[in-house]
């Protein structure tokens, strides 16, 4: 009777095993106390605690402040220094080179006037995005696009003239007044081609449309006006593309290089200082930018905000340890993939680090 009435020792060993003391260094889970006034940015500050991605959100402002923080007067002068980095105001001006790379569907959406922020103030030193990325950009400043629904019925908009990005919609009439803008440009490209001999690369072709364009509203209208460059090389993969294609017909020869926009990504890469990359999504925009941090044994600071999967082996879902075995992101730098869509996590990242006044030394 007595056995009957005893916890099973087994039971008992297994539910009440015994904890090993946690190390000094824990930190302990803790939420926002909303009982007290709390700003935005405390509000982000306390992300780090809160567990999941909200604490993958939390390390992402840390490594993009400490990119923006970086100067090579923080490191030691190594005896092979070359005579440019020698003085202490050269070393002291010297920053991390921040790529920026994202998918066109960002600039179709309000991440646009984010990404212009950072371009108009300086904030990044190059730029990788699909066409889409740069045509919907000077799209949206020949007509609006619109909020909308997932669900619409496909066959509907398309009787109507009407493309769905997501929940967005961008009226048909809008890709036919960017014909009716890019096709005269192509012309004159065309002809200064013939007239001078250059060949236009990717990034030369998008910084005359940014020039062309000529409105404060555009990313590239800034990119051009600060001297960012903006690679991509998928350029034809989209309206450009089908304009790029009607133009061949009625106006033959134009030539787009993209041989020396690897070359040129490649060098901005190898001569960087320290390199730090944000990556907005997948596709060709994260792995260009990664491809030409291997040319530098790898990023000093990468943060990836993507919803891809690493199960089906896609270079999209993989995650900044993958990019470390090819030489992609250094061994031992800092880096985080916050798994969330972009329009969640992305103005809460530039609100806590690019919107905030730099830190004094």
């Known amino acids: 009777m007595a056995q009957e009435n005893s916890i099973p020792s087994g039971a008992s060993a297994a539910v009440l095993k015994p904890s090993e003391?946690?190390?000094?260094?824990?930190?302990?889970?803790?939420?926002?106390?909303?009982?007290?006034?709390?700003?935005l940015q405390h509000l982000l500050d306390s992300?780090?605690?809160?567990?999941?991605?909200?604490?993958?959100?939390?390390?992402?402002?840390?490594?993009?402040?400490?990119?923006?923080?970086?100067?090579?007067?923080?490191?030691p002068i190594e005896a092979d220094e070359s005579d440019e980095f020698l003085t202490p105001?050269?070393?002291?001006?010297?920053?991390?080179?921040?790529?920026?790379?994202?998918?066109?569907?960002?600039?179709?959406?309000?991440?646009?006037?984010?990404?212009?922020?950072?371009?108009?103030?300086?904030?990044?030193?190059?730029i990788v995005t699909t066409a889409g990325g740069i045509e919907e950009d000077f799209i949206k400043c020949l007509g609006k696009t619109y909020l909308a629904d997932f669900n619409l019925d496909g066959a509907d908009l398309r009787r109507r003239g009407m493309n769905r990005i997501g929940n967005l919609i961008v009226p048909n009439d809008n890709y036919c007044k960017f014909e009716d803008w890019l096709t005269p440009i192509l012309d004159a490209m065309l002809a200064e081609q013939k007239e001078t001999g250059q060949v236009w690369t990717p990034s030369s072709f998008i910084r005359r449309l940014g020039?062309?364009?000529?409105?404060?509203?555009?990313?590239?209208?800034?990119?051009?006006?600060?001297?960012?460059?903006?690679?991509?090389?998928?350029?034809?993969?989209?309206?450009?593309?089908?304009?790029?294609?009607?133009?061949?017909?009625?106006?033959?020869?134009?030539?787009?290089?993209i041989v020396q926009d690897i070359r040129n990504i490649n060098e901005l890469s190898r001569k960087s200082r320290k390199a730090g990359m944000i990556i907005l999504g997948g596709g060709v925009c994260k792995h260009q930018i990664a491809n030409a941090m291997l040319i530098r044994n790898g990023a000093?600071?990468?943060?990836?905000?993507n919803t891809g999967q690493e199960f089906d082996g896609?270079?999209?879902?993989?995650?900044?340890?993958?990019?470390?075995?090819?030489?992609?992101?250094?061994?031992?730098?800092?880096?985080?993939?916050?798994?969330?869509?972009?329009?969640?996590?992305?103005?809460?990242?530039?609100?806590a680090t690019f919107a905030q006044p730099e830190q004094s030394k």
């Open 21 to 39: 003391p946690m190390p000094d260094f824990a930190v302990s889970v803790s939420g926002p106390n909303f009982e007290q006034d709390i700003s």
């Open 47 to 75: 992300y780090t605690r809160i567990g999941f991605q909200a604490n993958s959100l939390g390390k992402a402002i840390d490594i993009v402040n400490r990119m923006r923080k970086w100067r090579l007067s923080d490191e």
């Open 89 to 126: 105001e050269v070393r002291a001006k010297t920053k991390c080179n921040v790529f920026l790379g994202y998918t066109s569907n960002l600039i179709s959406s309000g991440l646009r006037e984010i990404i212009l922020y950072l371009v108009k103030h300086k904030h990044v030193n190059a």
């Open 211 to 257: 020039k062309e364009i000529d409105n404060e509203e555009s990313v590239y209208y800034w990119a051009y006006k600060n001297n960012i460059p903006v690679f991509c090389p998928a350029l034809t993969d989209g309206s450009i593309g089908d304009m790029i294609y009607f133009h061949s017909f009625k106006n033959p020869g134009l030539v787009i290089d």
């Open 300 to 305: 000093d600071y990468s943060v990836y905000i």
């Open 314 to 351: 896609s270079d999209s879902g993989a995650r900044p340890d993958e990019a470390v075995s090819w030489g992609k992101i250094r061994a031992g730098s800092e880096s985080v993939k916050v798994f969330s869509d972009a329009t969640l996590a992305f103005p809460l990242l530039v609100a």
